[in-house]
């Protein structure tokens, strides 16, 4: 004898998925938490790190000559593509806020970046945004690794 499908069977699919999901979540915020206790470091959030890798590897580049020179900065202008994200998705002027962002950096601030609530350059560290450094290395080197792959 087959059974029916009731309307409580449709729905189990849906809401599997979202129990998976939130499982998914719960691990990762889970492997963050240990990342941080095993090696408690941490760097301002908002893409201020890649902003601030891009601005010295803009600098570093000025040393280097020919496809080598182009490719770091291509790598760079990659790094700023989260900045210049969030200031165009918080309705700022692109060309302005990166401006200013680099001056402030160049300047020392080095964790200057788009501050999206507030709509301006700002400390992202002194508004207590923060991220574990060993995930931020992890999420660097993978998009590196990913695009070396592609090349």
Known sequence: ???SQSSDDSCEG?????????ERSIHDALM???DVL?????????????????????GWSSNLEGRAQL????????????????A???GM????TMTELRTKQNKGAKWTVVDVRNTKVTD???????????VKEQIIKSATEAASMLL
């Open 14 to 22: 849906g809401s599997q998925r979202v129990v998976d999901e939130d």
């Open 71 to 86: 490719a770091v900065q291509k790598f760079a202008d990659a790094l700023d593509s989260i900045p210049l994200a969030l």
């Open 38 to 58: 095993e090696r408690p470091e941490i760097v301002a959030g908002c893409g201020a790190t890649e902003a601030y890798f891009a601005n010295e590897l803009r």
């Open 93 to 96: 002027d692109s060309i302005d």
């Open 1 to 3: 004898m087959q059974k």
């Open 32 to 34: 963050v938490i240990k």
């Open 124 to 134: 992202m560290f002194k508004q207590d945004v923060l991220e574990p450094l060993v």
């Open 88 to 90: 165009e998705n918080a």
